[in-house]
Every structure is written in structure tokens, then in C-alpha cells.
């Protein structure tokens, strides 16, 4: 895996326009849609049960968010999820606030069941899955660093067989192989709502098209940080960072891309 | 109808401030509200069962919009169409996805026989409405061009008696005698989520206060479409132009919009 | 209270991070919970009676705003009033389009039966709430100034204990003893969906820290209002004003602050 190897998934993203089905939250459901759409993907948001065996269907990929769920839309992301792991399509799990109420973990206790593709969370979520999380998770937001949660990362992906991303100041993409180390993005970044919503998106796209998983996510979460690290030189703060990420998801060019991307495997 | 008369109608909403019910989609509620505003009208969202007839009552047009319609909010949409058209107040339906999934089709057909003022969709799902649709729908986006849709529009304006938008690179705006042929707007609109459900609203707040509707929605379209151009010539991507959208759709002139307007009615 | 008590205030949100629970509506939830990070709060969104308990155990306030009610979110925002009640943890309301419907009006009788901490609204809803209404609501934007609600606002405290916010032209904050006039913002701040609903949630923030509740609601609204005035000296339109306002939530100055805040207080 090196830069032109991202960068060229990056670009069949644009090329290829996969249709991504989105079962988002309420608070992010714009914005990510618009970060499909910058980054040249397709999306479609539907949650309701009289639709969703058709919706994953005709998607190449579906992206399950809990951030805002209650006990209607956690019927649609195990029913999307069923259906997604039943066709043998991706599906990626973004697990909002796992830790902070039961209600949450049953929920994502019963999503792993159906080995997600990919999950995406940050270091408090992903140790909360884990049932590793010794430091009391804080909302919605992390309270620690994301190499905190390799281990249990490696857990998960050993138990549901999902490549796991452990997202924060260095962003971490692991499988039971490789762990990339991405390390991009900046700290403005956590100051607008959603971004790693938006990172879980984009992933959705990314798998829709790309065979390797590890790649596919790495590319996806590297288009995101080098794409957040620009809009943050341009931004006054969090209003405007969040326009130019949107410009930026859209305008990227390989030269930027070479330029800036920081990254390692292991 | 001429240029000056569509601006008229323009500035009519910026006095008037029509009130206007929307049961909008989730994606879009922030900024088609924010459209609303900016266009000069007065927008209230609502959905509940048990306000909804008291809503569509006080409000001097609705909007429904099925972009993430589920089993409750369908039958909100029912009893807003009923309510409604039992008033003889106006209403637009936007079909977002029509031809996706049964369910949305379902929800269609029974909307259009409480007979909407407006119906405004892209050429995939004007097409898949008539069930002339030849083409399989990609999700929410259009893979057809306007004119590929004239036959459905038509079909729908005959058997429904709405005045029919079909939105694209043209937009055509047609009733059983006439068709308006807007060509202003932007390819990199196609990468905002929700523009065409920001024309749908606008198209609600036109037909609140003016009775012709063929120029109250070839008004509210190429304001949109003008409004649109304008936003995309100062945006570096998706992010700012729908920044720019918003403040020109507030402060466009008169003379911006006779220059750039170009129309022709069949 | 002086300037400099109000500007500690709005330095030690930045420093605390409050945890803030959210029970929404669609239309705002990315803008309040932007405001909120960018006010240095930590937002979390969360609806589901399954969970509404814990969550409002582990936020120190809960921020209610009924604009886009419907049965089961009604249930959600008593539950959430009920247990912020019963543990003594603040908590506000926002009665979006109060007096529009009997469904809303219903439901804001109940609320404030468990004795909000904080209620803000325009002067139309602060009227509907007191019974005192005489010009009709129309629809979420007011009709009326907000001194000609200060009765309301007062019968509100006397009844139910609450401290009261009338937003407007001039924002006016109350309670049985004092009366603090804002008289920042800028028009255009009415054109922009949800800055009211992004106040209240602001509100929220700091009463979860600050125990002097006159004083906090006082500090929220003076650095909505300031933050919104230097946002429009650089807006276009809405839509750059909506961009400004977040990034001035997070970077406005004490010497911006102080220069121009106009309070007083009787």
C-alpha cells in the first residue's frame, strides 16, 4: 500500500459514482450526504422497514450510523444489516456513543453479530465494543487516544472479522495483518459536528468499489484528513472548516495528495 | 409571461412572506428551511399526526417531500394532501427516489390522486411516476435528460391536472397548454445535497400567493436556477456554493436576474 | 452583573466542556450541535425512550425544543423534563411555534409543569405560553416585540420558577427580581433557520455550569448575539452569516466582547 495506490481509489470513487445507502443519523444526515456526493459517490438515505430489503439492494454498499437511534430505526439497521450480510454486500458500523447507555450496546452487540465489513469509531467507542473501555466514555466525543484502542480493535476484528478504524489525532486502520497509521487531519476538526459521520460515509463508498478492504478504508480515511488539514489552513474556525472540507473533498488533487499524505504500515 | 413578470412574482414573496408547511426529508430540512427564509418566505416544519390538518389549515401552502419517508410520516403526508386539497389550498409533492422501491411508488400513487397543485421531480422520477419509466432509477439521482420526460409530465398533468417541473440541465415546466423551458443553473449543483428539494419549498412559497401556477413554478425555478448560476461562479466547490446559494437567493437584483435569465415558453 | 462576570462565564464553557443533552428538532440539529461545539460544549443528541434516562443522568442539562414534535418525541421530551427534574439537573425549553397548534400547545403545558429551569422563545411564543397571546402566531417567526412579552415572561416565572428569555430585536432575560436587556444581533440573524433554537442550546451549556441561572442565561445570550453581529458585518447573505456565526462562537475575543455589548439591567 503507498500514496498512488490510495490516491487511485480515491479517483475511482469519481469515476465510478457507487449508490451508498445511508441509515445516518438526524444531526449529520446533510452533511454526510454532502460528503458523498463531494467525494463523487451516490447517496441515498432510507430507514424505513417497508423499504430497506429493496434500498440494500440496489446499493452497493450500506453505512449504519446509531448516533440518533430510538426502537424504530434500530429495527432498520438490523433489518439493513441482514440484508446486506445475506447478499454478501459491505456494510460499515459507526458506533456513535457506544458506552453511553445500554440501549446503544444491545444495539451494537447485536450489529456485530452480523460482521460488519468495516467499524469505524473513536478510541472510546471502539474500547466500549471492545468491552475494554476503562475510561468512562464522555458523550459522544473521545476521552482517549487512538492507539489506546488497538487492542481492542484486534479484538473485534478477531471475533466479527471487520476491518476496524480507530479514528483521533492519528487515525488507525487495522486488520488481523496490518495496522495503517494515518496522520493527517487536524484539531479544528473536532470543533464541527460529524466529521467522523462523514469519515464512516465515505468509507461506505469506498467499499462499495474496492476489493481490499484495508485499502479501501485507508483511502477513505486519508482522502478525509488530507482533505481536513487543507480546509483547516483556509478556515476561521469550525463554520468555515467544515465548507472548505466540503470544496476540498471535491477539488482534491493528486499533487495535494502526494504532498501532504503522512502515513505508515505495520 | 416575460421576464419582468417572473421577477415580479420574485419580489411578490419577499412582501408577501407566505407561510408554508413542509413535511420535508431529513437530509434537507436545515437548508430548505434556510431557502425558504432566504426567498423571503416563512417556513414551518411539521409532521405530527396530531397537529398536521391544524398546520396545513393556518399555513397558505404545504411541501411534501418523501425523501426519507417511513410508515408514520407517509400517512402524515395523507392527511397534509387531504387537508389540503379538501381546503383547496396548494400543495407540491416532490417524488424523491419514485421508481427506488415499492413503498415510495405506493406512497405516490396515492398522493397523486389527491390531485397536487405541483408535482417537481428530476427525469428518472418524473418517468418512473408516469410508469413510463424506461431507464432504471440510480437512487435519488436523475440518469435521464428533461426532455426524455416531456411524455410523462404530460401524462401526469392529464390525469392529475398538476402542473408539472421536471428539473435537469433545462428545466421544463409544463401544463396541458404550455412549456417553459428554463436553461440558467450549474452542473456543480448536481454535487449539493438537496438543491432540487430547495426547489420544491421555493415552489411552495410561489404557488402560496400566486395564482397562476405555471408562472408561479417557472418563477420559483429560475430563481433557483439563476440564483444558482450565479452562487456556483463564485464557489471553489460544493461547500461554498451552497453558502453563496443561500445569500444570493437573499440579495439577488433584478438587474442580475433580467441579464442572465434564459427562458422560452412552447 | 457586568461585562466581565458575563465574559468569565462564556470563558469557562470553553474550559469545563460541559456535556450537553439534546432533544432537538430536525430542522437544527446540525446547526445547535455545531453551535455548541463551537461555543466549546460537548452536544449529544439523543431521543429514545429506551435510553433518555441514562442519558440525562450522564449530561449535566438537557436542552428541549419542540419544533418538530410529534407523539413519540413528545413522550421523549417528558421523560427527559421528568428524570432532569427528579435529579435536580437544569434543563430548558424552547417553545417553537407555541400557540400554532393545541398538539404543541398541550405539550408545553406538561413541560412546564416540571418547572423548567430556562424557557426561551420570541415574544409570540412567550405570549402563547402565558395564555396572554392577542396577536395570532404566525407560524415559528413572531409578531411582536419582545417588551410587549415581558408580562408574559413574568407570569411564566411566578407560575413555574423558570427564568425567562424573550428573544428579539432586543433580547430580554428575567426572573422574579431583575430584568436584563441585550440589545446586540443584527436583522439578518432572523433570516438564518434555528439561531433561536442554536440560543437555547447555547442555554443549555451554560446552566449546566453556572449556578447564578440569570447570570447564565444572560452570558448565553449575549455571546449568541455579540457572535451574530460581527458574523454579519461579514455576511453576504444568510447563508456566510450562519458560516461566521459558528466560527465566532469559538474564536471571539474579550476585547470583541466587551467593546461591543450593550446590556442593561432594571
Redesign the interface.
Known amino acids: 500500500m503507498d500514496s498512488t495506490t490510495l490516491w487511485n481509489h480515491i479517483e475511482s470513487i469519481r469515476e465510478k459514482s457507487p449508490?451508498v445507502h445511508n441509515i445516518a443519523?438526524?444531526?449529520?444526515?446533510?452533511?454526510t450526504?454532502?460528503a458523498l456526493?463531494?467525494t463523487g459517490a451516490?447517496?441515498?438515505?432510507?430507514?424505513?422497514?417497508?423499504?430497506i430489503p429493496?434500498?440494500v439492494n440496489?446499493?452497493q454498499a450500506s453505512v449504519i450510523n446509531i448516533?440518533?437511534?430510538?426502537?424504530?430505526w434500530q429495527q432498520s439497521m438490523f433489518l439493513a444489516a441482514d440484508k446486506a450480510s445475506s447478499l454478501g454486500k459491505p456494510f460499515v458500523v459507526d458506533p456513535v456513543?457506544a458506552g453511553?447507555?445500554?440501549?446503544?450496546d444491545q444495539t451494537l452487540s447485536e450489529l456485530l453479530n452480523y460482521r460488519p465489513t468495516v467499524v469505524r469509531g473513536n478510541a472510546s467507542e471502539i474500547m466500549a465494543l471492545a468491552k475494554l473501555n476503562t475510561t468512562p466514555t464522555?458523550?459522544?466525543?473521545s476521552t482517549a487516544e487512538s492507539n489506546e484502542a488497538i487492542e481492542a480493535g484486534l479484538s473485534i476484528n478477531e471475533a466479527f472479522g471487520s476491518v476496524v478504524c480507530i479514528s483521533g489525532k492519528t487515525d488507525i486502520v487495522l486488520d488481523g495483518k496490518k495496522k495503517v497509521f494515518l496522520k493527517n487531519g487536524h484539531e479544528l476538526m473536532?470543533?464541527?459536528?460529524?466529521l467522523g459521520c462523514s469519515a464512516t460515509a465515505i468509507i461506505g463508498a469506498f467499499i462499495a468499489v474496492i476489493d481490499n478492504k484495508l485499502e479501501a478504508v485507508s483511502a477513505a480515511m486519508s482522502l478525509m484528513a488530507v482533505a481536513g488539514e487543507l480546509a483547516a489552513k483556509n478556515?476561521?474556525?469550525?463554520?468555515?472548516l467544515?465548507?472548505?472540507?466540503?470544496?476540498?473533498?471535491?477539488?482534491l488533487t493528486a499533487e495535494e495528495f502526494s504532498s501532504l499524505l503522512k502515513f505508515s504500515v505495520e
Chains 1, 2, 3 share one sequence.
Do not use: W
Open positions: 449508490l443519523n438526524f444531526v449529520v444526515m446533510n452533511n450526504a454532502n456526493l463531494a451516490s447517496p441515498i438515505m432510507a430507514h424505513a422497514h417497508s423499504e429493496e434500498m440496489i446499493c448516533g440518533t437511534l430510538d426502537e424504530y456513543g453511553a447507555t445500554s440501549f446503544r464522555k458523550g459522544v466525543d473536532t470543533k464541527v459536528t460529524g478556515a476561521d474556525g469550525p463554520g468555515s467544515q465548507m472548505h472540507l466540503l470544496d476540498k473533498l471535491h477539488n
